[in-house]
């Protein structure tokens, strides 16, 4: 008993549909209209291995469909590969843990540019983590020459009083220049293999596209990132090393979130090898500077006195 207007609110439809539909005295069918087939069609299955496999990002998988002939839009890839995305399932990663003494993780972070000796320079932080405790050692440099990677090594060592019975790194060419599968086929760093052989460590490298089994590491440089860095003002290299150490101290004597325990405390677990059982390694850092008349140079930012006698002079 309802007036079409009514009915049309209702429903929310237009009214002349609810008369249409009140009129006919059947329901009324329409024909089923042939999907047009899209440009990324073809490319749907290629889309999805890629993103369950690799998770690659939209661009790549982009770059990737136009090499095998896709002409359409990255939008139309991008709103493809969100909806796959989120509708894949992750597989659960089981947390590489280690015991006491035998691993620790070593890698690279980059922080924009800093001012040395009157010239800007790339800033990088060293950081190396022990596996079983979580004690870091990080320090910011200018130089990643393999002579100073080593250089970093044994101050970490010297930090931690000891070193592990292996170090899991990326594929950094100061470690290796050749990265094979297996890693045993790989082409070390002549001179840093020389440096773990003569410490007795074993350097292992992390299988490739398995970001987990160095995960520890890689938090730590994230760590550094958001929780040193961020918000906070350096004068120069020797002023971030400087309150880089007092902020490593704190962290490190303050309950990790993932063993529950104080690094500093765990550590006296850690079954390191000791420093001093053989004569410290020799490392050469060979830097040229020129000697100001005032018979000073400068280094890293530090400036040292020298004989007058050589003022104006090259030192190395």
């Known amino acids: 008993g309802m ?32 999907k047009k087939q899209s440009k990324i069609d073809p490319y749907i299955n290629e889309i999805k291995d890629q993103i369950n496999r690799y ?30 995305r989120n509708d894949r399932q992750i597989k659960a990663v089981y947390r590489f843990e280690t015991g006491p003494g035998v691993q620790a993780q070593v890698d690279f972070g980059e922080y ?68 094979k599968i297996p890693s045993t086929r790989s082409v070390f760093n002549r001179r840093f293999k020389d440096f773990s052989d003569y410490y007795g ?28 860095l961020n918000g906070r003002t350096f004068s120069s290299l020797e002023d971030i090393n400087n309150q880089c150490s007092l902020w490593l101290e704190k962290v490190n004597s303050k309950i990790h979130s993932t063993t529950g325990r104080i690094p500093n405390e765990m550590a006296k677990e850690e079954k390191l090898n000791p420093i001093n059982n053989v004569p410290e390694y020799s490392v050469h850092l060979n830097e040229l500077r020129k000697v100001s008349r005032d018979c000073y140079v400068s280094y890293e930012g530090n400036r040292y006195s020298v004989p007058w006698k050589y003022a104006g002079r090259e030192a190395m």
């Open 3 to 34: 007036s079409i207007s009514e009915i049309s609110r209702r429903l929310n439809i237009d009214r002349k549909t609810a008369r249409k539909y009140a009129k006919s005295k059947e329901i009324p069918r329409y024909p089923k209209r042939n």
């Open 55 to 84: 998770n690659l990002s939209a661009v790549r998988i982009y770059e990737n469909i136009k090499e095998k002939g896709y002409n359409g839009s990255y939008t139309l890839v991008k709103r493809i590969a969100r909806k796959y």
């Open 201 to 228: 460590f074993i350097p292992i490298l992390c299988f490739p596209y398995r970001a987990q089994t160095k995960g520890k590491i890689e938090n730590t440089v994230k760590y550094v990132k958001n929780n040193f």
């Open 112 to 179: 924009g540019r800093i001012e040395v000796d009157g010239k800007l320079k790339k800033l990088y932080f060293f950081s190396m983590i022990l596996g079983y405790s979580r004690k870091r050692y990080v320090e910011f440099t200018t130089d990643i020459s393999t002579a100073n990677v080593i250089n970093l090594h044994m101050k970490a060592f010297r930090y931690f009083n000891g070193y592990t019975d292996s170090i899991l790194y990326d594929n950094m060419k100061q470690v290796v220049l050749d990265r």
